[in-house]
């Protein structure tokens, strides 16, 4: 071989080798970065961090469920009451019913999981309300684009009916309506949880249907037509437990106050998740273990009928079963009907759902011994 030949290729060879030992270091340093990024993720325990480690890829719900459509979901709370429910940790699926349950439970932390990510971003929006207002008529207003009157500080210990009255005596300011909307992005910004323009269009878009219709927005459905019998947010304030007592979380200073503090210190944690999924739920249960706590209440709403009539039913009962708990803990669901579209024995007249509460070691005996032959069966054996 001629020696300037050999001596070229002898360069370019080197030279190749460089690049070789260029790219692997580059790609090594790469792996290197998302290996330490995903161990950050694990140890972060910030509000958008947590947020982030306990999520998964969000899932699909034919309804954007801005407020519930359970008028009964205040009688759990004079379940929860008689069976001494209290404290722990908190897990709940939907907006902002959940919020009346912790202001009787008291948790020491909370967990909002929805397969569908606009939930998430539904309880940003209403972190920043709570950060945003001083009482509940400002809350309200904020809430529902009306202007703050004035004198909303002395509305701090007002009977809650009155409160009502006022906000429903306020004219929407259209100006206004948007710099309160523009406002909240702002706070929600501050609370490190990426948010896409798509994000920030939807929160923005439940904003705007708040506004327009106000206290008397209702749940609707893609593809359904619209429910009458579907309460108001008016009615789901003004709703009582089962002894006749307001249990809203607005119908008192005391437990709007406690909410406001819960949220200050970032212990109302939305999360993206499949209750019959692999990842969210069980690092829920982890999360809590790892805190040491047992869960007080698991507020299903009547998720578990989609699950059982999916085949996945079991898949959720088994991370249930396993929740940390003591003997106070129970599961919370709703039953709009059953085999033939009767109503649940222990439904309460004038409601067309019915709130039931169940201890979650029977739940976690009768999932062990199969207990269970039908959906029915779930939402009537031990339930009270």
Same mark, same amino acid.
């Given at each position: 071989?001629?020696?300037?030949l050999?001596?070229g290729?002898?360069?370019?060879g080197a ?12 790609? !090594?340093?790469g792996? *290197?970065?998302?290996?330490?990024q995903a161990?950050?993720? &694990?140890?972060?325990?910030? /509000?958008a961090?947590? *947020? ?41 699926v ?5 919020f009346?349950?912790?202001? +009787?439970?008291?948790?020491? $932390?909370a =967990?909002?999981i ?5 939930n ?17 008529l400002?809350?309200?207003?904020r809430w529902? @684009?009306?202007? $703050?009157p004035?004198d ?12 009502? #009255?006022? $906000?429903?005596?306020?004219t ?5 309506? !948007? ?11 501050? =609370?490190? *949880? ?8 939807? %929160?923005?878009?439940f904003?705007?249907? /708040? ?10 459905? #893609?593809?359904r ?9 008016? &009615?789901?304030?003004l ?6 007592? &307001? ?10 106050? /406690? ?8 212990r109302?944690?939305p ?5 019959? @999924?692999?990842? #969210?739920?069980? #690092?829920i249960?982890?999360e809590i ?10 507020? *299903?709403?009547?998720v578990?009928? =989609? ?5 996945r ?17 129970? %599961?919370i ?5 059953g085999g @033939?579209? &009767?109503?649940?024995?222990?439904n ?10 169940? +201890? ?5 005996d009768?999932?062990?011994?199969? @207990? ?13």
């Amino acid at each position: 071989m001629d020696r300037r030949l050999a001596l070229g290729m002898s360069r370019i060879g080197a030279t190749a080798l460089l690049l070789l030992a260029i790219s692997g270091a580059g790609l !090594t340093r790469g792996v *290197v970065t998302r290996a330490a990024q995903a161990a950050r993720l &694990q140890t972060d325990t910030s /509000f958008a961090g947590t *947020v982030a480690r306990l999520s998964e890829d969000p899932g699909y719900f034919d309804s954007d469920n801005l407020i519930s459509n359970e008028t009964s979901y205040l009688h759990a709370v004079s379940k929860l009451r008689a069976l001494g429910v209290s404290g722990g940790a908190y897990v709940g699926v939907g907006p902002d019913q959940s919020f009346s349950y912790l202001a +009787a439970i008291r948790p020491t $932390v909370a =967990y909002l999981i929805d397969i569908r990510r606009d939930n998430l971003l539904m309880h940003l929006m209403f972190k920043a309300l709570f950060e945003r207002s001083r009482n509940r008529l400002e809350y309200l207003c904020r809430w529902l @684009g009306r202007p $703050v009157p004035g004198d909303a500080a002395a509305w701090r210990d007002r009977p809650i009916e009155e409160i009502i #009255a006022r $906000v429903d005596s306020l004219t929407v300011d259209p100006a206004s309506a !948007t710099a309160e909307s523009a406002a909240l992005l702002r706070l929600i910004a501050t =609370y490190g *949880v990426p948010l896409s323009s798509a994000d920030s269009f939807t %929160i923005q878009r439940f904003h705007s249907e /708040f506004t327009r219709l106000g206290l008397n927005i209702r749940f609707t459905s #893609a593809g359904r037509a619209p429910r009458t019998h579907y309460p108001t947010l008016r &009615q789901l304030i003004l709703e009582r437990d089962l002894e006749g007592g &307001q249990a809203n979380y607005l119908a008192t200073r005391d437990g709007w106050d /406690f909410l406001k503090e819960l949220q200050s210190r970032n212990r109302i944690i939305p999360v993206v998740g499949d209750l019959a @999924g692999s990842r #969210a739920f069980p #690092a829920i249960s982890r999360e809590i273990a790892t805190r040491g706590e047992r869960v007080s209440a698991l507020y *299903v709403s009547n998720v578990e009928m =989609y699950l059982w009539r999916d085949g996945r039913f079991d898949a959720f009962a088994r991370t249930a079963a396993a929740l940390p708990r003591d003997s106070h803990s129970v %599961i919370i669901r709703s039953v709009f009907g059953g085999g @033939g579209g &009767q109503f649940h024995p222990l439904n309460n007249p004038g409601h067309v759902s019915t709130q039931l509460v169940q +201890a979650l070691d029977d739940f976690a005996d009768r999932h062990r011994r199969s @207990g269970w032959t039908s959906y029915w069966d779930l939402v009537t054996l031990g339930n009270r």
